[in-house]
């Protein structure tokens, strides 16, 4: 779907919601729209979308049908992994992994060479929205113009690895695609997530100027905390995610974590939030010290 705004996009959403269940209307940070629901009247579906924008690759289909089609079993997920610990993790929760330096034509040649026709796929903060796009626009369309390669693909938004581990967590293959990838959606992007890093330069922040060496801690891709001192700026980055509310922190340490870093920080959460559980696992990515995941 295109050529449509906020209001209508909003619009659509109560009006499917009324309709059915299993309702999800997602961007693709370009202008464009998906729409998914479960309902009796597939006609009244595509009234709603065409009140709210200009519809194209328009499907309806039985559930009875799809699945004699297109086994459950048939879908894998693919995750953007950096560090060997953090690989371990999504492979042995049964994903996929692409690790190293992360291309899109690196992420649609590991989609191709994937065996199954559907495919989930964990970004975790590799790649820009366009070039996501990009890369399922091109898996679909098979290779050389067949379809014999093409893969159904749906590029799940999270941003991070942590929100990938919570989306991975929910994965159900005995769901439909669009409903795993609708539930997986939920959960990473009902995670917060944050990292700490080491300034590698003098740089401008909306919170100030840093130094080189000081302590970053990042919500998202902003910058909210800076102290020269990394451990004091990972508690304070801690209080700030957490103070906003939570019931699960997830620690993913990094190679250059300073030892102990874990335990210190679960200490401070034990002490500072009672009743928050927390979980800390030895990632090994090169860049954050840690990333830190709020659900």
Do not use: K
């Not at 049908?65 to 042995?92: C, M, T």
């Not at 693909?153 to 991070?160: A, E, F, I, Q, T």
């Not at 340490?253 to 500072?272: K, N, V």
């Amino acid at each position: 779907m295109s050529d449509t705004d906020g209001e209508r996009i909003a619009a659509l959403r109560n009006e499917l919601a009324g309709l059915g269940d299993s309702v999800a209307v997602v961007g693709d940070g370009a202008g464009g729209w998906s729409a998914h629901v479960h309902c009796g009247d597939a006609g009244a579906a595509v009234e709603a979308g065409l009140a709210a924008g200009r519809l194209s690759r328009i499907r309806i289909e039985g559930l009875a049908a799809r699945s004699a089609e297109l086994p459950r079993a048939d879908r894998g997920i693919l995750a953007v992994a950096s560090g060997a610990g953090a690989a371990r993790l999504f492979e042995d929760a049964g994903a996929m992994v692409l690790d190293g330096e992360v291309t899109a034509d690196r992420l649609l040649t590991a989609i191709r060479e994937l065996p199954h026709r559907e495919v989930l796929v964990l970004p975790n903060g590799a790649l820009p929205a366009h070039e996501l796009v990009a890369v399922s626009v091109a898996a679909r369309g098979g290779v050389g113009g067949t379809r014999s390669a093409a893969r159904d693909v749906l590029m799940l938004p999270s941003g991070s690895m942590v929100q990938g581990l919570a989306a991975l967590a929910v994965h159900d293959p005995g769901r439909i695609a669009v409903d795993d990838a609708f539930a997986m959606s939920e959960a990473a992007a009902g995670t917060r997530w944050g990292a700490l890093r080491i300034a590698a330069e003098r740089a401008l922040t909306i919170v100030g100027t840093c130094a080189r060496g000081d302590g970053l801690g990042l919500v998202g891709n902003d910058v909210v905390v800076i102290d020269p001192d990394a451990r004091a700026a990972a508690r304070t980055l801690l209080d700030r995610m957490l103070g906003l509310g939570g019931e699960l922190v997830t620690l993913l340490l990094g190679a250059a974590a300073p030892a102990g870093l874990g335990d210190e920080l679960a200490q401070h959460i034990t002490a500072t939030f009672p009743g928050v559980e927390v979980v800390a696992y030895d990632g090994g990515q090169p860049v954050d010290l840690v990333q830190i995941g709020v659900e």
